[in-house]
């Protein structure tokens, strides 16, 4: 329960912080142009509003709803959200929206979106000030990746060092390299010191969809961080710092070696004869202590556990890349991460139109789950910079009741040189405000079904 108030307190901050700068965008620009905007509002509030005042001598009204689903600004003389078609009916003001060039109009419209990547794009440069850049590049991890099931069916081996695809060296593990498997011809990996080409099918993330598990993971190496006294490790002989690398002769990770045990004392419910049980229980173990390859027998106890305790700490483990920024530096870093992050989600939205890709729709619960479970405010603002890029992309796209669906019937009275009629507005606003009521209650129930089923 503790680590869902953790996520919840996150999202509703990240969604908090995100909103007044996206509406604050619109309010900006509506002042600039001298719009009037009646009442700023920070998530949505039918029937009744949290807190609300008006600054004395101010036009605009500020309040809080009770449903965080978003925010707005209604801005004088335009139909929005607010569907206030009885202000459209009387005679235009010079303060309306609809009384301002279309150039303004649009300029309001875009505001949100604007701020909202621009805010991205700040909270990338102040994490890479702050933190630095630290990463393990994917082709100098010791043990290759572990890969899931469509990956192996597609020709991925646990233990692939990634390389290239179709030629272009990889760097890390993330949604960039995700984006270079499925759109390559072949990519290249070093299978036991071999360099081996792995072709890519078309559909491929079709498969990659449906899996339960991330594509690929790092190989995690045994890593001997502590022992308890009496147990089957210490008494063998290992120590602190070892490296186990195989089992009875045969290479293993550190889950490849847990598991091997487990299936020991499965097997051993099958046998019948201390003699044969006993030799069941003794295994030979290939360590590598101070850069030399050492063997070890171990007796196991009937747990079939070692009272080893392992490295989990992946600064310890790979080598990792870490890269420090000064004030300035930080800008264009920041910039570039930015727009390679909206490249790599705008590449990826064509799968939404999958059978597959819609099933992996999500709502509140599934933005919630991209927060860490134990607060970390690098994290934080990773998914908040994340999160308001996301939001600036599906704001511009051009839907009617979207900021992007406003902007493209400017740009077609820009050139077509006159307006689409209130009425058109009107029953445009309502198509659109339907199917996003529609897209999101498809994206909560699909939270649903994943929590219970």
């Not at 559909?203 to 045994?222: E, N, Q």
Request: one cysteine or more.
């Amino acid at each position: 329960m503790e680590t869902f108030w953790i996520r919840a307190l996150q999202l509703i901050m990240s969604l908090s912080l995100l909103v007044l700068i996206h509406e604050g965008g619109h309010f900006l620009f509506a002042r600039l142009f001298k719009t009037r905007v009646e009442k700023f509002c920070l998530f949505f509030d039918p029937w009744f509003t949290l807190f609300k005042f008006r600054p004395r001598h101010s036009e605009t009204e500020y309040g809080i709803g009770w449903l965080p689903l978003g925010g707005y600004v209604k801005i004088a003389g335009m139909i929005d959200e607010s569907m206030d078609l009885e202000q459209m009916k009387q005679p235009m003001q010079p303060w309306e929206f609809r009384a301002k060039p279309a150039w303004q109009r649009l300029f309001i419209m875009i505001g949100g979106v604007l701020f909202n990547f621009l805010l991205a794009l700040f909270i990338y440069s102040m994490i890479l000030f702050a933190w630095g850049d630290e990463y393990i590049p994917v082709s100098k991890a010791p043990l290759g990746m572990d890969f899931n099931e469509t990956a192996h069916k597609v020709g991925f081996c646990d233990g692939d060092v990634l390389l290239s695809a179709d030629g272009v060296p990889f760097e890390r593990l993330g949604g960039d390299l995700l984006s270079a498997v499925v759109d390559a011809r072949q990519v290249t990996v070093l299978r036991q010191g071999v360099e081996t080409s792995v072709y890519i099918p078309e559909g491929m993330m079709d498969g990659l969809l449906t899996d339960s598990v991330r594509f690929a993971t790092f190989r995690m190496p045994y890593v001997v961080d502590s022992l308890a006294v009496g147990r089957p490790g210490a008494l063998a002989g290992l120590q602190v710092g070892d490296s186990i690398i195989r089992l009875n002769g045969e290479p293993m990770a550190f889950y490849d070696f847990r598991e091997a045990l487990a299936a020991r004392r499965l097997a051993e419910a099958k046998l019948q004869g201390d003699s044969l049980i006993q030799a069941n229980r003794i295994v030979e173990l290939t360590i590598v202590r101070q850069g030399k390859e050492q063997l070890l027998t171990m007796q196991l106890d009937s747990t079939y556990t070692m009272g080893v305790y392992a490295v989990t700490d992946s600064k310890r483990l790979f080598p990792v890349v870490n890269k420090e920024y000064g004030f300035f530096a930080s800008f264009p870093a920041g910039i570039a991460l930015g727009v390679n992050t909206l490249k790599g989600y705008v590449g990826q939205m064509k799968y939404l139109f999958s059978k597959e890709g819609a099933k992996q729709l999500g709502g509140f619960g599934t933005i919630g789950s991209i927060f860490p479970a134990t607060w970390d405010w690098h994290q934080f603002w990773y998914m908040t910079a994340f999160l308001s890029i996301i939001l600036a992309f599906m704001n511009i796209l051009p839907i009617p009741a979207l900021d992007g669906g406003h902007v493209l019937f400017l740009l077609y009275e820009i050139v077509a040189r006159r307006k689409p009629s209130d009425k058109f507005m009107e029953r445009a606003q309502m198509v659109g405000m339907a199917l996003l009521f529609i897209l999101l209650f498809w994206a909560n129930f699909n939270d649903l079904l994943r929590f219970f089923f």
